[in-house]
């Protein structure tokens, strides 16, 4: 049974910066490739970034340059370190894997203002 589990959300101020984790069971965390979406409200959900088991990363261009994602797998943990946040990266956030078919965790709130 997959299951994703996402923490550290929270409420900040422009400018300041969160850390994202996921914890990953049930797959194969070494190959799988994993991502980050985010849903506004209002809106679709979007994608943030992703990154495959051998490391190869891609972002969406509205957090290039400020979001980094990262992967430890020996630990089966998936992060999403967001800098120099803005009001409008103001969503809640889902940790994503396909395995077999898409999987997504429960989200986590991120709020950014002032």
């Known amino acids: 049974q997959v299951r994703l589990v996402e923490s550290g959300g929270g409420s900040v101020q422009p400018g300041e910066s969160l850390r994202l984790s996921c914890a990953a069971s049930?797959?194969?965390?070494?190959?799988?490739?994993m991502g980050w979406y985010r849903q506004a409200p209002g809106k679709q959900r979007e994608f943030v970034a992703n990154?495959?088991?051998?490391?190869?990363?891609t972002y969406a261009d509205s957090v290039k340059g400020r979001f980094v994602i990262s992967r430890d797998w020996p630990k089966n943990k998936l992060y999403l370190q967001m800098n120099t946040l803005k009001p409008e990266d103001t969503a809640v956030y889902y940790c994503?894997?396909?395995?077999?078919?898409?999987?997504w965790g429960q989200g986590a709130q991120v709020t950014v203002s002032s």
């Open positions: 049930g797959i194969n965390f070494k190959i799988a490739t």
């Open positions: 994503n894997t396909y395995w077999y078919r898409p999987h």
């Open positions: 990154i495959t088991g051998g490391g190869s990363t």
